[in-house]
């Protein structure tokens, strides 16, 4: 019986429990009463016929033992000695005629023994803090005492007072609280099974034995494939320990649950409120990247605090809990936070240039004095053109005229049959063109730099012309959603952290006795 749960150390997979232990068994050659004899552990004296009855080692061998901060595995608190029930039908003083005064047939003996002790047991975290455990005590029998002459039949339950107190616990009223068995943790129920043990196919295998000196010079593994080869009769009368005697083994089960609120508070909803923090940044001015970065920092360096924490509490495992699943995507939203105020901050800059721009370019429209300026501008553009094109113009009829002196000082260094072609004298602007001639072919010739540009079907000319449009329509779309952006991003992370807190979780549901 289950009388305490002491503690259970997640880290070094362990736990510590307080129980009684009864082992009862039959013997019809008991033929007197004992009552407590070897109480507490004094000597039962030889001329008393309780010393000479069959008992069982106690405490039994637990194969799970282990030793915390160096105490005992095994200590025994309170140890109630041995008792003996004689039976109805005692060989040689009871006959079915004359029975004897007794409420069993069979005579019974029966030792019971207070007992803490410290169990390594196997543990698996997938689902913290909504985890359950099986934690397991295994008691087995002496490796001289087959399984065919001692088999353990198993029960187990826990103290109804245990049960008690935690329902009363759970049920948090004022009027009636109970008492924590245990810090942070709640039994379920426990149950017990006998089985058998053989371990021909776990240490006993030569198989396994890689490493180190070969299995077949050793003396016992040589004796057992002799035994072996002989048959199951030779394997019997071997009586190896574990290879050809099969043991009885009692494995208690006692299964307990975590209680997750203390976790849900100082985790859950702590680190939700740092989220919250981080989703505030989005109510500061798009052009504060500063303080939306720190803010988000501020938050990263928190999340980081409970993961540190959270390390501590559990071993290092191969795998993530539900919690460090839950803070790594905490961790990673605080970041994709921190990077959209970057992304926003760009966005309102480009915002804030080409909205100045349209505002400058409406004013302009509006204005009365931009007609007249835009001609004065327009005319200073022709005529700075015009003189440009003049003096190429003159360059080139400098360029001619210098070729015509040369072959007209130097006829006869020509060679015989080659023509001399003089060009016409060309005049910049004509007497007979009008002034604004100049500026026409001017405006040509921005108008057929234009049409150039824009029919460049180059891959270069094409990859501007694409970037300048969509640089454009970024641009307006930057103007005219700016606002609208930093909402829906908020909106979206804080979507994202809802859905993550919703569902990664996954033993919730099981664990309902526990809340």
């Known amino acids: 019986m289950l009388e305490a749960l002491i503690g259970i150390d997640e880290v070094n997979f362990c736990f510590e429990i307080q129980f009684l232990l009864v082992m009862a068994w039959k013997d019809e050659r008991i033929n ?103 934690l397991e005590v295994i008691v087995r029998a002496p490796a001289n005492l087959p399984r065919q002459e ?56 030569p198989t396994l034995y890689r490493d180190g000196a070969s299995t077949t010079t050793d003396p016992l593994f040589s004796l057992m494939d002799a035994v072996t080869a002989a048959g199951p009769a030779a394997v019997a009368e071997a009586t190896i320990p574990y290879y050809s005697v099969e043991l009885s083994e009692a ?20 680190i939700t409120m740092l989220e919250m923090i981080a989703f505030v940044s989005y109510l ?8 939306r970065v720190n803010l988000s920092l501020t938050v990263f360096l928190g999340v980081i605090f409970f993961q540190i924490m959270l390390s501590e509490l559990l071993p290092t495992t191969g795998y993530l809990t539900d919690m460090h699943w839950f803070t790594f995507f905490s961790t990673v939203l605080v970041v994709l936070i921190a990077g959209s105020h970057v992304c926003i901050f ?9 909205g ?28 700075h053109l015009a003189r440009k094109s003049v003096q190429e113009r003159k360059l080139l009829l400098s360029k001619q005229q210098q070729a015509v002196e040369a072959a007209t000082d130097a006829p006869a260094a020509a060679p015989a049959g080659t023509a001399i072609w003089v060009g016409p004298r ?28 824009q029919n460049n079907t180059t891959l270069k000319g094409k990859a501007l012309r694409t970037l300048k449009e969509v640089n454009e329509v970024f641009e307006l779309f930057c103007v005219n959603c700016l606002i609208w ?13 809802f859905v993550i807190l919703t569902t990664i979780f996954k033993g919730e549901a099981e664990a309902k006795n526990c809340l």
């Open 32 to 134: 007197t009463k004992c009552t407590g004899a070897g109480r507490n552990g004094e000597p039962i004296p030889e001329s008393d016929r309780c010393f000479h009855y069959w008992k069982p080692t106690m405490p039994p061998v637990f194969a799970n033992q282990v030793s915390i901060d160096g105490n005992a595995p095994i200590e025994v608190i309170e140890d109630l000695g041995f008792f003996t029930i004689p039976g109805q039908f005692i060989p040689g003083i009871c006959t079915p005629e004359q029975p004897c005064d007794s409420p069993v047939n069979t005579s019974t003996a029966y030792r019971m023994m207070r007992v803490k002790g410290s169990f390594g047991a196997a543990m698996e975290f997938r689902r913290f803090p909504y985890d359950k455990q099986e």
């Open 150 to 205: 001692y088999v353990m039949v198993p029960k187990a339950t826990v103290d109804p007072a245990v049960m008690e107190q935690q329902a009363k616990s759970a049920a948090n009223d004022p009027n009636n609280p109970g008492k924590d068995v245990i810090a942070g943790w709640r039994v379920e129920r426990m149950s017990a099974l006998e089985r058998p043990l053989i371990a021909n196919t776990t240490f006993w295998d």
């Open 251 to 270: 494995v208690f089960v006692v299964y307990v649950c975590r209680i997750p609120s203390s976790y849900v508070y100082n985790f859950l909803i702590l």
């Open 284 to 291: 500061l001015s798009p052009g504060e990247l500063e303080s």
């Open 346 to 354: 760009g966005i309102q800059s480009k915002a804030v240039q080409k």
């Open 356 to 383: 100045e721009l349209l505002r400058r370019m409406a004013r302009l429209r509006k204005s009365r004095r931009v007609p007249p300026a835009v001609a004065i501008v327009q005319r200073q553009v022709r005529i």
């Open 426 to 453: 060309v005049s910049p602007l004509s007497a007979d063109q009008p002034q604004d001639g100049a500026e026409h072919k001017v405006l040509s010739l921005l108008d057929t730099y234009r049409a150039q540009s």
């Open 485 to 497: 952006i930093n909402w829906i991003v908020a909106i979206a992370f804080v979507a994202a952290y």
